[in-house]
């Protein structure tokens, strides 16, 4: 990830996008410290999906409904 000082990014942010689109994300910095990070809007939409919650995920199994299913634990 390139770092850019916050002066910098505000001087270039055309090229900072353009990094974003090519290279992944750009960390900006004010006084040594991280303050945000600039994405691609596919990385953006590719992070923001929702989230499926467990009891969904467990829903969705082929398992999900059968009653007869027994499993036997494994003892150490």
Do not use: C, N
């Not at 809007?41 to 467990?58: A, G, I, K, P």
């Amino acid at each position: 990830m390139h770092v850019w000082q916050m002066q910098e990014a505000k001087a270039r942010m055309s090229e900072m996008v353009k990094r974003a689109q090519s290279e992944g994300p750009q960390d900006i910095t004010r006084h040594g410290k991280s303050v945000a990070v600039v994405l691609s809007r596919e990385t953006y939409d590719r992070l923001s999906r929702s989230q499926q919650s467990l009891t969904e995920f467990m829903r969705q199994s082929p398992l999900y409904g059968l009653e007869d299913i027994h499993f036997e634990r494994i003892r150490r």
